[in-house]
């Protein structure tokens, strides 16, 4: 079993940062890979970046590639998700994700809100 939790989300302006944070629990030896995703509301869950357990290898959604940087903590237990330029359509409700062999695992998510 694995267990996340995300942190960092809120309010910010067009233009802004923001940095998420999720911490890993439980089997943390049997993750291959982990990512971001987000959820706006009437809109279906997307894929915004993942990164292999090496942490040698990321992929990002088009839509973020230049502005946001996902980066795993030296005891891979934590994962980041470093967001630049934001945009108003950056809003949404980012997820954590751990993949097994055996399955995918969900953190309960983070708002993440840019307005003006």
Request: hydrophobic share 35%; with cysteine; glycine share 12%.
């Amino acid at each position: 079993q694995v267990q996340l939790v995300e942190s960092g989300g809120g309010l910010v302006q067009p233009g802004g940062s923001l940095r998420l944070s999720c911490a890993a629990s439980g089997s943390i030896s049997s993750i291959n890979t982990m990512g971001w995703y987000r959820q706006a509301p009437g809109n279906q869950r997307e894929l915004v970046a993942t990164i292999l357990n090496s942490g040698d290898i990321a992929n990002y959604a088009d839509s973020v590639k230049g502005r946001f940087t996902i980066s795993r903590g030296n005891a891979k237990r934590t994962l980041y998700l470093q967001m630049n330029n934001l945009k108003l359509e950056d809003t949404a409700l980012y997820y954590c994700q751990a993949r097994t062999i055996f399955r995918a695992y969900w953190g309960q998510g983070t708002q993440v809100t840019v307005s003006s």
